[in-house]
């Protein structure tokens, strides 16, 4: 029940214990957000478009995928990081999540017009690179 109650938090932290979450999520996520960030290799005054954890609570990936697509300029980068699958169903609190493998999202991707995608591990992440 609490490992729900958690998952449900995770997706939309509200209440009296929120900011509990918001501070659960920073320091459990800190390795792939740090991860991630170096991979966009930021230079000065850019602009960036990145997810890392929220895959997982989107209520239409395809629509999902198809609204960044739209929004990217040409030649933008969309960098989305997830934790492995089978980590992730290993865990409680995951199992009202949408669980997808790196194949399952690359095939996406590219059904969505997105031109290069590569693929960055530093297990148990993995870090989904497209160009549009």
Not at 2 to 13: A, D, E, R, V
Not at 31 to 48: H, K, P, Q, S, Y
């Amino acid at each position: 029940m609490i490992q729900k109650w958690l998952g449900n938090q995770l997706k939309q932290p509200k209440g009296f214990l929120s900011k509990w979450i918001g501070i659960y999520m920073q320091r459990g996520n800190d390795t792939i957000n740090r991860w991630t960030t170096d991979l966009l290799e930021i230079e000065e005054n850019e602009v960036i478009v990145f997810s890392v954890h929220n895959l997982y609570f989107w209520t239409d990936i395809n629509q999902g995928f198809a609204e960044v697509h739209r929004v990217l300029k040409p030649g933008g980068k969309l960098f989305l990081s997830i934790t492995d699958k089978s980590q992730m169903e290993k865990m409680r609190r995951t199992k009202n999540f949408i669980l997808l493998n790196t194949e399952e999202i690359e095939e996406m991707i590219v059904n969505h017009r997105f031109q290069t995608v590569k693929l960055h591990q530093k297990e148990p992440y993995w870090c989904i690179e497209a160009t549009k």
